[in-house]
């Protein structure tokens, strides 16, 4: 059976879906692999460690994929990708499924298209959670960010020219991306404080020495608080009121605010609001992971840094796990090779089993029909 | 008396020789601070904020420096910013004295120039000691500046998707840039060797948590190692084909090199040369705190990053301090409010006392005669 491993063409998309590591594994199961030319650069990756691997290079996108039965992709086909796909081949990619304009056209070609972002967060399926590999790279990324813009240390220093005070640090959202924020400012020596719609999140954010920041919940409240799939879900007007105070007071004291809070397949939540970027310190740093969802603060701007008039910088990068291409790839791989035991077969090659709960969950076109939204 | 900050104007040059904390105790000696508009804004310090601490702010240079009897800078005044100094002000700076081709201008215009790198590394003086205060800041940068270009985590993660490995970081030279840059790596999680002439600092090294790389020494060269000025010396040839090739072969298992090796009035030492970075790692990072002084690695560009063809990146930003513009700042000024102590009498104002062997070592222009390379 042909595996393709194309080159990404989306801006900015430096990862890509497959290693040395992985390609090797692929060779030893009987796959023939073919990586384009070029894939890997971005990744730190050369031609020469996929051809060692046991991969064939080859020239071009066209050339790649001709003839593969799956293609492991970072990103969904676009449509200049799609002709060259074989009829019927299988593509598993990020496939941002609830605003890809194309899965009809997925559809007509017959693809077997798999979405790795509607993988369930349960322990069986946790290795190939593409959302929690990548999105542990992100926080790690948007501390470093912030440290980038910050013009301060983080850590206290202690000199001969006097004391220097640590930063401080507001992460709002304590998932992966949050938790791992956390980590790497604590470790950079800032003071942090966390927030999170979750209580759950509280016991985690202080096992990392983060300060947890509550808002009082009510009965019903506590009870609706966690929900299926490890998301946080929307909470009552009154709530979000007593929310955005707490968040407002603690922003303008802190010297980095880092945002992580995305509800899957709505516009991000608005955390941080004009008026509390104004009553921010001049020289504060905020960085929205959600800014390609719209941003937890609407004065983002996506792939910008923003400058306000009291000295605020917004930094509003997208793809931050892009920016540490060459371990998001790593594990983004691996993520795939997991997720490849479901459909690859020893005996019969590649099999679509929609038993299998993954399977069913990540499936959005088969047989010519979109099934994303249909379930 | 009036002290005059004004807003720096050489190229990349974020930092200000005042901060408000500095003002205020200037203000509360008595003196009168004329500060020029904007000159904090690169260190996140706005106007309004020296106003408050008792400066007016004056609109342009000249307004800040007119009849100002000393001058704090954070640069050696420009030809451009020459005439409007009052005759015989004393002007306290960054003067790069073994490279300024001014030094006879600021004589003919009978300015007390003081050079703070020339400040004696004695302990009477470590509260003046501008090189260190800004070399620290110089070491953290040079860590999150080789994070930002590093593909990979710095440090091990252990991920649902398997475990990645943490960065080898190699830094040679550990004064206090190499010293904060060990610190600061190893905070950020990843595994850090160090290399420096002076066997002393391998005690220094090991108490940071880093592996002292050694050259074995002869006794001859164990009691040439220590100079006086801390500062590392010229060592014979024999010692350096030893030391070439153990540097060598840890840069080669490095995924991250910094280089801080500086010796006073002369160019930087070579110490990673083009072969040794031929063999270095596709996406291993260097980043050439010397780049100023000529390069530790004679491949580095001022403030380029370049990228060789085995995929190495060579990051050679100049005034990394400055990247850090708000601490930097701090402690620069904090460091001329000390030195301000020798030269500031609360009965005489200014005075020069040229018997305190502080003053002696940095005054380089007096009573129209260059004092410094006369000594």
Do not use: W
């Not at 105070?245 to 995305?262: G, P, Q, S, Y």
């Amino acid at each position: 059976m042909k595996i393709a491993i194309p080159r990404e063409t989306a801006l900015r998309e430096t990862r890509v879906a497959a290693t040395p590591e992985t390609v090797k594994k692929y060779v030893a199961m009987g796959h023939a692999v073919a990586v384009q030319s070029g894939a890997g650069v971005a990744s730190a990756i050369p031609d020469t460690a996929y051809a060692e691997a046991g991969a064939s290079i080859a020239a071009d996108y066209a050339a790649t994929v001709d003839g593969a039965d799956v293609v492991f992709k970072v990103r969904a086909p676009s449509a200049e990708e799609l002709p060259a796909l074989k009829d019927g081949a299988a593509v598993i990619a990020l496939c941002d499924p609830y605003r890809n304009p194309l899965l009809a056209d997925y559809a007509a070609r017959k693809l077997d298209v798999y979405a790795m972002e509607l993988v369930p967060r349960t322990t069986r399926a946790q290795a190939m959670d593409v959302l929690s590999s990548q999105a542990n790279i992100a926080g790690y990324k948007a501390v470093l960010l912030a440290a980038e813009y910050y013009p301060r240390f983080f850590p206290m220093m202690m000199t001969a020219a006097g004391t220097v005070k640590p930063a401080r640090v507001l992460i709002l959202g304590a998932g992966v991306a949050g938790l791992q924020a956390i980590a790497t400012a604590k470790r950079l020596g800032a003071v942090v404080e966390a927030f999170d719609v979750r209580p759950v999140a509280k016991e985690q954010v202080e096992s990392l020495g983060g300060k947890f920041v509550e808002v009082p919940l009510n009965e019903e409240e506590k009870k609706q608080a966690e929900t299926a799939g490890g998301y946080a879900r929307e909470m009552s007007d009154d709530y979000k009121q007593r929310q955005a105070a707490l968040v407002d007071k603690h922003a303008r004291n802190a010297d980095i605010v880092i945002t992580t809070a995305l509800i899957p397949g709505r516009p991000a939540p608005v955390l941080i609001k004009p008026e509390t970027v104004a009553g921010m310190k001049y020289g504060a740093v905020l960085v929205d992971l959600a800014v390609e969802n719209g941003g937890n603060c609407p004065l983002s701007r996506l792939n910008e840094v923003v400058t306000t008039d009291n000295g605020v910088k917004l930094v509003g990068y997208g793809n931050l796990a892009g920016l540490v291409a060459a371990d998001a790839s790593a594990l983004y791989a691996r993520n795939l090779l997991n997720f490849a035991g479901l459909i690859l077969d020893k005996e019969k090659g590649y099999v679509v089993n929609r038993e299998d709960d993954i399977v069913a969950a990540s499936l959005v076109t088969h047989a010519g029909d979109v099934l994303f939204g249909k379930g």
